[in-house]
Each structure stands twice: as structure tokens, then as C-alpha cells.
Nanobody, 123 residues
Framework: QVQLVESGGGLVQAGGSLRLSCAASGRTFSINAMGWFRQAPGKEREFVATISWNGSTTRYVDSVKGRFTISRDNAKNTVYLQMNSLKPEDTAVYYC????????????????WGQGTQVTVSE
């Protein structure tokens, strides 16, 4: 079993920044790729970013490239999502998840999920 707890969401004006954190416990954290997804009301869960087990490789959805940065600290069992230049269309509940193995962009490739943290970007 793995427990994931996200934090750092909130309300921010367009152009602002937020840093999300995802703390993991219950299983060896460092052996799996991790990912961030988001889900806006009435929409499907969307891939945002993923990071390899050692942090050396990252991948992003096109809409956040250059604005978001995923990172991890295996010593702290934590993965981060730094979000800059936020836009209203970034408004969603953000979830972190553990991959079943390597980096992936589809939710089906992830087995454990956090409860989500709300990010709201106002005009």
C-alpha cells in the first residue's frame, strides 16, 4: 500500500505561481516514476507531468511546457510541481500518482493516487 498526500493548492491570480507537494509513504518511493494529473469540472482526468525514478527525465503536456516543473526528492519521499505563469485554464483538482513502473502519460498506468488538491486561477 502507498499513501499519497497532496498539498499546496489554493486560489491565485492569473500570472501567479503555486508549488504543489505530494508526500508518499508506505512503500519504497524511489523505485517508481511519479506523475501529476488534473481534472477540471466536467472534463476527463488529464496528464500534466511525469518524472523518472531518479529525477533525470521529465515529460510534460504541451499546454504547461515552459511554465510547470516537476521534481522529486527521494530522501523526503516527495514529488513537487512548480507552477508559474498560471492561467485560468489551469484551474482543476491536481492529483499525484505512482506509476506501475516507468514514466507514463495515461492514468491507467498509475496505481496509487492522492486525494487531490484544488488549484483555482482567477482572471
Amino acid at each position: 500500500q502507498v499513501q499519497l498526500v497532496e498539498s499546496g493548492g489554493g486560489l491565485v491570480q492569473a500570472g501567479g505561481s503555486l508549488r504543489l507537494s505530494c508526500a508518499a509513504s508506505g512503500r519504497t518511493f524511489s523505485i517508481n516514476a511519479m506523475g501529476w494529473f488534473r481534472q477540471a469540472p466536467g472534463k476527463e482526468r488529464e496528464f500534466v507531468a511525469t518524472i523518472s525514478w531518479n529525477g533525470s527525465t521529465t515529460r510534460y503536456v504541451d499546454s504547461v511546457k515552459g511554465r510547470f516543473t516537476i521534481s522529486r526528492d527521494n530522501a523526503k519521499n516527495t514529488v513537487y510541481l512548480q507552477m508559474n505563469s498560471l492561467k485560468p485554464e489551469d484551474t482543476a483538482v491536481y492529483y499525484c500518482a505512482t506509476s506501475r513502473g516507468v514514466m507514463a502519460t495515461t492514468p491507467q498506468r498509475y496505481d496509487y493516487w492522492g486525494q487531490g488538491t484544488q488549484v483555482t486561477v482567477s482572471e
